[in-house]
């Protein structure tokens, strides 16, 4: 079965980003994973341009009703209609998670698959702290090459893991 | 862009459905059509078993959690996690709907295609009626051919139509 | 434990349903039972203003993301952003449900309710057939006092029914 | 119009949480505000408990299908089935929301309440930080009096702000 791996990112970045969502993407391609985004513009758009130079495939779950939104490098378009709905169905969707970037979208990303136990791997974005300080939740990578890495081993794992998929009631 | 192409079909259905949904999918895959439906068993299998047959895509909107209950002939399988609340998500995912036998979930498939304004063709579904007499509310097909015949020219006026994509609410 | 009753029905009704409704949300406020509802307009809103006319609690499940749009004898507005999906909302919220008149979102709650195993009652509804012949999967009330009565002993029965709540998975 | 005030908060909080949530469901009610949550344990019943020791109305969203697993003190309780779904669900029913702790199902709340426009007050709760350092994204209260002061304006404002309940797609 292949592997999934969901990127989170805003649809205007900061400056710099681009270039590595792109990388990771075709990253992510070169090693046989599915990449699942938003199906956006910015940080979507340039993960499934790389995805798909490198022949792979990008599934996008749009907020809205129109497939036509769907940014021009996805292999499968999904309009959902469920606005910011649609992130708790991307990290369902995946087996492992890169959050790219300091969106607030991108942080509810990050804290649905915390809460439901998929696994999260950080690229230039959040990071939590409590009253007693740092809180270290989550692996990050220094760049994109990295975090392909950290992600494909991360959903490898997260696909033998026995009690994956459990519901998160 | 692609047409996306969605089937409702129950997943224990009455005996000789599924020959007729695995014809419905090898058609539709010959028209170069993405087949999106519900991804389990039953009409689902056979219908992504005969779109696969003639290199077609197909999207399993999955009510659970867990991507292995997707049925082996499904090129991309999204574990929703929403239940019946998928069954919106594949009428929302299509350009056209074909809706195969009698189960509930299907009645609610083509309940809520006809309330968003997604085309549907009926395959040895079910009828409508009120007080006054029976509803014609969307046209049947006699067999797989036909249905995929209808549900392609349904989808194709729909991808043009201008007022489509709007919200339901 | 109140018994939470949904009525589904449309926002522009046939003439004569809307009396009907507040009859029957003024029966359902008498048993004790909190209505839920779409929270709009025609049926919706008739069936509220009977409910609060006898003392009762209503709920309203909007389909958009604004509580204003919500009809005024809401006790409770939750604007759910959902569209058509606020109606598996309704199903899941209701103890058994009232289906009055004929549009195809009420269609969709009735197809629900019967999927996932809520008692329906049907108020000058849709009835459905197969090619076999009609299929008798609720039982019809003659006026809304006779289903304000079917509605509370069935949503009664499925309160002390072990197996309710199952996911529907 | 009735105020409504999401709280969202951890079913296990850390010591001390359960008393300032007390007195901050207390405090909502008396300035008249539905006070809606996950409907859960823990800082969700502690709100609701003392929201109703002050006549208030509250309102929980469970995250299943069994309306018996929400808490002894909600006033309307609605299964939603939709998993960790319902936190947007509690974010779109708010018109302001506190969040309580530092749980990751309620930094999905904090999230999405600041992706799509909803006011927040943090009490005790995650901050967040970006590379450039801290990310002031919402207020701090030092105690439940002051959260509930904060939060009754900031709805106040929202209520009556003509963009409010714009869809966030």
Do not use: K
């Amino acid at each position: 079965m292949s592997l999934y791996i969901g990127v989170a990112g805003a649809s205007r970045p900061a400056p710099g980003l681009l270039e590595q969502a792109e990388v990771l993407g075709r990253r992510l391609a070169e090693a046989g994973a599915v990449v699942v985004c938003g199906g956006g513009p910015g940080v979507m758009e340039a993960v499934c341009r790389g995805a798909r130079s490198a022949g792979g495939t990008t599934v996008g779950l749009l907020p809205g009703v129109d497939r036509r939104d769907g940014n021009p490098y996805l292999s499968v378009a999904v309009p959902t209609g469920m606005g910011q709905g649609r992130n708790l169905l991307l990290v369902r969707s995946s087996d492992a998670m890169v959050a790219v970037g300091g969106g607030f979208g991108t942080l509810s990303e990050i804290a649905l698959a915390l809460r439901t136990g998929v696994p999260v791997v950080g690229l230039a974005t959040w990071s939590l702290h409590l009253d007693s300080g740092p809180v270290d939740a989550f692996p990050v990578a220094g760049d994109a090459e990295s975090a392909a890495h950290l992600v494909i081993d991360a959903a490898r794992s997260f696909q033998t893991d026995p009690t994956r998929g459990e519901p998160d009631v």
